[in-house]
Each structure stands twice: as structure tokens, then as C-alpha cells.
């Protein structure tokens, strides 16, 4: 079946602008996850959607990140006033809520900037 | 603060079983250990996971030590397309805030 689509795949964009990063999870999955992975670095956690709670948006670097889920599926990623450092990949995940359930990811948005 | 600790890197032969280690000697009771592997460029990929008992599927097999305190993923026979790094992450339920380490980085050659 369908995995965790990103999109785009790839973004380059200049210093101080607005980019906006879309996650489409995998039908049936009730959690999702955004990550990001810089070179040669691990996984920092961003923001967790579980259902109709609250966000857990303790991982955000900054304010000028934020990220919505509309209808309990679709999410986006926005980074306000992008900065050098925020050139990363960003990875969103999902899976079902409760139990051991595994996190599947996508293959990520290579953001760049300028 | 590592929860796991694997090898950095390792060879295997095409057409050969991989068996890939990974010590988690303070997991608790309710952690389960779950494998995932990144390719370059592509986001990780899970491949398994379990609590205590033995597990298989389709990709790998995973034995998980009777004390729990260590673990092996085996790829029955590896392609070059495993050629990938591997993770080996304890995680409770519905722990979703990941931590990968370095992982082990798996080179098969033909």
C-alpha cells in the first residue's frame, strides 16, 4: 500500500522566507510525527499529532515554527522567516495510536537555505 | 545517553546472512526494541521489532536475548540493496520522541 508521502522532495529557498513542507500520512493512521535529520546528525522530534488532542509541540526550535493537521490527516510544516540553520531534512512519520505500533516514515523534504 | 550501543560499521558478502548486534543492557521491562534502517537520501525504514520473543518477517529476523540485554538483526541473505546504516532503538509504547545513534553502517559487496 501507500507510505508516508512528503512533499516536495527537495526546496531551496532564500533567507527570511516563508516555506511550507506537506506530509500525507498512511489511510488509517491516527498519529503522526514530524522530525528533522541534519547532516550527519540524529533525529530531533518537532511536533506530535495524536487524533483530536492537543499537539505536543515541545520539540519546536523556535516560534517561527508551527505545523497544523486539518481532518486528521493531512499535516503541514511551516517554517516562518527561514534561517541558515534551519537547512535540514524533514521527515514526517505516522502510525496507528496505542501499542508497540511502529513509526513509517517518508523520505523526507531536503530543505535549503540561502 | 545511549540506550544502545552497536558496532559503526561492518562488511557482509552478497548472497550471505548479515547479523548485525546491538547491546541495550538497561532496557526496562516495558521497553521494546525496534530496528530500522536509512539508505541514503531516503527516509528510515522500519523493519522490526519485538519485546522478548523471537521475530520474523518478510525482511530480517530479529533474536532478542533471554535476559534482553542484547540483540541481533539477521538479514537472511543480503542483497546489495541493504547496503544501508542501521538503527537499533529501545522505545516504550507510544514513546514518539526517537532518539537514533549512530547506528551501524552495513556495506554488502558483491
Known amino acids: 500500500g501507500a507510505g508516508v508521502s512528503q512533499s516536495p522532495s527537495n526546496k531551496v529557498t532564500e533567507k527570511g522566507k516563508d516555506v511550507e513542507l506537506r506530509c500525507d500520512p498512511i489511510?488509517?493512521?491516527?498519529?503522526l510525527y514530524w522530525y528533522r535529520q541534519s547532516l550527519g546528525q540524529g533525529l530531533e522530534f518537532l511536533i506530535y499529532?495524536?487524533?483530536?488532542?492537543?499537539?505536543?509541540k515541545s520539540g519546536l526550535p523556535s516560534d517561527r515554527f508551527s505545523a497544523e493537521r486539518t481532518g486528521g490527516s493531512v499535516s503541514t510544516l511551516t517554517i516562518q522567516r527561514t534561517q541558515q540553520e534551519d537547512s535540514a531534512v524533514y521527515l514526517c512519520?505516522?502510525?496507528?495510536?496505542?501499542?508497540?505500533?511502529?513509526?513509517?516514515f517518508g523520505n523526507g523534504t531536503r530543505l535549503t537555505v540561502t | 545517553d545511549a540506550k544502545t550501543t552497536q558496532p559503526p560499521s561492518m562488511d557482509c558478502a552478497e548472497g550471505r546472512a548479515a547479523n548485525l548486534p546491538c547491546n541495550h543492557s538497561?532496557?526496562?521491562?516495558?521497553?521494546?526494541v525496534y530496528w530500522y534502517r536509512q539508505i541514503h537520501s531516503q527516509g528510515p525504514q522500519y523493519i522490526i521489532h519485538g519485546l522478548k520473543n523471537n521475530e520474523t518477517n518478510e525482511m530480517a529476523s530479529l533474536i532478542i536475548t533471554e535476559d534482553r540485554k542484547s540483540s541481533t538483526l539477521i538479514l537472511p541473505h543480503a542483497t546489495l540493496r541493504d547496503t544501508a546504516v542501521y538503527y537499533c532503538?529501545?522505545?516504550?509504547?507510544?514513546?514518539?520522541?526517537?532518539?537514533f545513534g549512530a547506528g551501524t553502517t552495513v556495506t554488502v559487496r558483491a
Open positions: 499529532f495524536q487524533g483530536n488532542s492537543a499537539p505536543d
Open positions: 532503538i529501545v522505545r516504550v509504547t507510544n514513546d514518539y520522541k526517537l532518539s
Open positions: 512519520a505516522s502510525s496507528f495510536s496505542g501499542g508497540p505500533s511502529p513509526l513509517h
Open positions: 538497561t532496557i526496562s521491562g516495558n521497553e521494546y
Open positions: 489511510s488509517g493512521h491516527t498519529a
